[in-house]
């Protein structure tokens, strides 16, 4: 199967500080997302996110389909990104809809 | 937006015995959800899909009988863990697609499990 790997695996930042995750798959894939999950374990969704770029506030995401991977930027960091962050990826429709999730990277914003 | 509830958020249940979670899509019909399991400080492993109306389909490793999948409405899937044994304590977490197919996946807020 598909394999997903996220680095780095722990970061620790203060806060108002940028950071940049990212997401490496191994073949070519039709679904990227990123996702949020909070320390009481609610995953949600940040973007969706196949090919190009996309900002929400101060959230980013890049993906190169043609390199296999993706990027996640944070700028500002406020101690509500604490949390790990997934990427996730699938082939499209159909039972073929299935996500595989990334090895994850736990984030924790400091004062 | 969508949403998806998962009951119950914890449950401790002694060794043998069986544990039913319910996964319900309240503003929208799930013609698919998916169930995953996520050990501590791991990442999500899908257990199995369904699709409602038809047999869920299960990852490789996974036993079905031990984890029975049940889709029998649109808004409504359940996950029952029978004759739990203390390996399988784990954070479970189901996730809802649309009838649409669309890429919003929803998920639910995961049901924390412990078998004593």
């Known amino acids: 199967g598909i394999q997903v790997e996220q680095s780095p695996p722990d970061l620790i930042l203060q806060e108002g500080a940028n950071s940049t995750l990212r997401c490496n798959f191994s073949d070519s894939v039709n679904n990227l997302q990123w996702f949020h999950q909070n320390p009481w374990g609610q995953l949600i969704n940040l973007f969706y996110i196949p090919s190009g770029t996309k900002q929400n506030g101060r959230l980013s995401a890049t993906t190169v389909a043609t390199e296999r991977y993706s990027l996640l930027y944070i700028s500002s960091s406020q101690t509500t990104d604490s949390g790990v962050y997934f990427c996730?990826?699938?082939?499209?429709?159909?039972?073929?809809?299935?996500?595989?999730f990334g090895t994850g990277t736990r984030l924790q914003v400091t004062l | 937006g969508a949403v998806v509830s998962q009951h119950p958020s914890r449950v401790i249940c002694k060794s043998g015995t069986s544990v039913k979670i319910e996964c319900r899509s309240l503003d929208f019909q799930a013609t698919t959800m998916f169930w995953y399991r996520q050990f501590p400080k791991q990442s999500l492993m899908l257990m199995a899909t369904?699709?409602?109306?038809?047999?869920?389909?299960?990852e490789q490793g996974v036993e079905k009988d031990k984890f029975l999948i049940n889709h029998a409405s649109l808004t409504l899937s359940t996950l029952t863990v029978t004759s739990a044994h203390p390996e399988d304590s784990s954070f479970y977490i189901c996730s809802a697609r649309g009838q649409q197919g669309n890429y919003g996946y929803t998920f639910g807020s995961g049901t924390r499990l412990t078998v004593v």
């Open positions: 369904s699709n409602e109306g038809s047999k869920a389909t299960y």
């Open positions: 996730a990826v699938g082939l499209g429709g159909g039972t073929a809809s299935k996500l595989t």
